[in-house]
Structures are given as structure tokens and as C-alpha cells.
């Protein structure tokens, strides 16, 4: 692979108005990448280059306060997936069909104009924006969430415009595939995983609020309650044992969902850790983590929940690997009690930029009911 730049040369990079390539890893080895370009910098020639040579779907990320600010909706209410996307746009003058990339560039310009107001753009466009995740990277590992980061820190606009990287079959990209592509274009690389590790230097969402001993029925567990600064939520974490970042650990990172975890119903074939099973294991074992997140269910959730267990088709809903590029804040917990290897207890699936936590997954436990062939 192409050498990977400090953070500091991307900034430099999307300052002076230049495309940059941001890779990110996951925890089985592989990576996508996503070319990125401030939103005040975009021009016509960006855009053609994203949509001729990188081939992805040109996205536009914002702050969730300047898609309010604009009024623009998502596009499916309650999304809370790795890509909320809200309604397309186009700027309401000054274009022709739209689809150009001058007209492209042109919308990008309105939307992350100070002065345009809701009026300035309509619906449907040709530009897709997202609501990018507050906190960023330190809660979402995703492309869009990483570009509002550089621009942040790059002290431009929190605004950005990428595209994932296809290659010339039109999948998703690989090593290297993504390796030729910068060398080709002569692109600054960098990684969101050193982006994580940046922002952790000088930042968290995460701050604890209370520690002690708390007693369960399976014995005696450290207790520690994080308060995130994004939302206000309290996490907490219960802790068995000496954790040792060189010694794998067991962790569970939890967020309770009212059929697994209070009636106990599962789906057929689709083993689970439960809340309760979490808790048994890692009193077991020599050392372990749980961490349950605060995500309240919501009616819609609830009513999916049903629809499964009655065997009805789901509607459009986010895959589950797709949800797990929402790791950050378990994965500031975990760092901040001093994990480093995890033997997890979960889906073998792919996590992303886990390394910039200083994180590594070496091994996945499978819940007690799970065939042997799971």
C-alpha cells in the first residue's frame, strides 16, 4: 500500500482545496476507501473525478444542526444506521438538470452556504446528504463522520464531500485495487484509524462518573458509569477481574433490546448473548468486560422486533455489519478501563478502525445455545 500520511498532511491537503483518499480498516484485515474534498473547496472537477474514477455515489456529509437548519429530513424516519441519509438535494437556481457536475457542485455550495436558507434548495436532487453522528469518529467510524472530522480539524466548514471507491468491476474496493488508485492519481492517503487515534490524543465523548463495587448473582463486579458528552446518556461497565491490555479479555459490548434480554425469546438459527448469559460468562472467566450502552428501543424497533419473531419479511432497515461501524463509544470505554486484546462475545463481523482505540479482536465466544457450526 501507498504510504499513509500523518493527519496533520491531510488537513494541510483538504485546505489547500485538494481531494484526499481515507482508508478504513476492519478488524478482519480488509478496507474500503473514500475520496474526500472540503465542501467550500468543491468545484466541477471534484465532483466529475468522483463520479469517473471513483465511481461511488457522491455524498454530502453535514452536522445533524445544519441539516436542521436547512430543514432537510431523513430520508427514513428514525434511521440510525452508519448512513443516514435525509432527503436529496438540488440547488433551487443556477442549474440546469441537475445531474452535471457543475450543477452538482453548484448544490454543494448552496447547502453549506451561511447565507442560504431552506428555500434556496429543493427535493429531489442529485446530491445525497448525510447526517453525520455527533462526536464523529469517537462514535462512528463511518466516511461521513470522518470527513466532518478533517474539515473540523482542518479549521474549515464541518462539511464534506465523498464517494466510496469502486473498482473497474464496480464492487467495493480492496488493498489493492485502492494501493493503484492513489499511486494512479497521486492522492494523500490517510487512515481513519490514525484520525481516532488523533482525536483521542486531545478528546473523548466520555467522561466517569461514578465507580465502586456493585454485588449481582453471580458474585461481585467493579462498576464503573460513563456520561457521554454527545447525548447524555449513561453507559456502564461492569469489571471481573485484573485487565491487562497484553492479555486478551472478554467483552461484551451490550445494548438491551426487551425480547432478548426481558422475555428471552430468539430467533431460530440466530443465537445470541443475552444479557443475563453475558453476565454468567464473565463471572466465569478470569478477567472480562461487560459494557451496556444506553439506547432506548424505539416504537419502531419494537415493532421489528415482533415482525421477526413472527417470521414477517423485514422493511429497509440497516445490516447488521452495517451497524457495528457504531463502535466508538464502547470502544472509549473499553480503552479508558485498559483493555487491548478482546476475545469478544458476539457475531464474528467486521469492526472498524478498531486500531485507533488501541483495540484488536483476537478471538469471538459464542453464546452458550449456539450450534457448534455457528
Not at 436558507?117 to 446530491?127: E, F, S
Not at 457521554?228 to 485484573?242: S, Y
Request: hydrophobic share 45%; net charge negative; proline share 4%.
Amino acid at each position: 500500500m501507498t504510504d499513509y500520511a500523518e493527519i496533520d498532511k491531510v488537513l494541510s491537503e483538504l485546505r489547500h482545496g485538494h481531494s484526499c483518499l481515507l482508508l478504513n480498516e476492519n478488524s478482519a484485515g480488509g478496507m474500503t476507501g473514500f475520496v474526500v474534498v472540503a465542501a467550500e473547496h468543491c468545484e466541477s472537477s471534484h465532483i466529475a473525478f468522483m463520479a469517473r474514477q471513483a465511481r461511488g455515489l457522491v455524498c454530502l456529509a453535514l452536522t445533524p444542526q445544519r441539516c436542521e437548519e436547512l430543514e432537510l429530513p431523513l430520508m427514513v424516519e428514525g434511521d440510525d444506521s452508519m448512513s443516514p441519509f435525509t432527503l436529496s438535494i438540488e440547488a433551487a437556481t443556477g442549474i440546469d438538470t441537475g445531474i452535471s457536475a457543475a450543477d452538482r457542485a453548484r448544490t454543494v455550495r448552496v447547502a453549506v452556504d451561511a447565507a442560504s436558507q431552506p428555500a434556496d434548495l429543493v427535493q429531489p436532487g442529485h446530491i445525497f446528504p448525510i447526517a453525520a453522528a455527533v462526536g464523529g469518529v469517537l462514535t462512528r467510524t463511518a466516511p461521513a463522520e470522518a470527513a466532518i472530522d478533517l474539515t473540523t480539524l482542518a479549521g474549515l466548514l464541518p462539511s464534506a464531500v465523498f464517494t466510496e471507491v469502486l473498482d473497474s468491476e464496480g464492487a467495493v474496493a480492496g488493498a489493492d485495487y485502492l494501493a493503484d488508485f492513489a499511486d494512479r492519481h497521486q492522492l494523500v492517503v490517510g487512515q481513519v484509524s490514525d484520525l481516532v487515534t488523533y482525536r483521542l490524543a486531545n478528546q473523548k465523548t466520555i467522561s466517569a462518573v461514578r465507580r465502586g463495587r456493585l454485588e449481582s448473582r453471580y458474585g461481585v463486579f467493579e462498576v464503573t458509569a460513563y456520561q457521554d458528552t454527545t447525548q447524555g446518556r449513561v453507559h456502564l461497565a461492569l469489571t471481573k477481574g485484573k485487565i491487562q491490555s497484553a492479555t486478551p479479555t472478554l467483552v461484551r459490548v451490550h445494548v438491551t433490546a426487551v425480547f432478548r434480554d426481558l422475555v428471552g425469546t430468539t430467533l431460530d438459527g440466530h443465537a445470541s448473548w443475552s444479557f443475563d448469559a453475558s453476565l454468567k460468562a464473565i463471572a466465569e472467566s478470569e478477567s472480562g468486560v461487560l459494557v451496556l450502552l444506553s439506547k432506548p428501543e424505539t416504537a419502531e424497533d419494537l415493532l421489528q422486533g415482533i415482525d421477526r419473531l413472527l417470521g414477517e419479511p423485514e422493511g429497509d432497515t440497516a445490516s447488521s455489519q452495517d451497524a457495528y461501524n457504531e463502535i466508538g463509544m464502547g470502544a472509549q470505554i473499553l480503552r479508558d478501563l485498559g483493555v487491548g486484546q478482546i476475545r469478544l462475545m458476539g457475531a464474528p463481523l467486521t469492526y472498524n478502525a478498531l486500531a485507533g482505540f488501541g483495540l484488536e479482536v483476537v478471538d469471538f465466544a459464542l453464546p452458550p445455545e449456539a450450534p457448534a457450526d455457528h
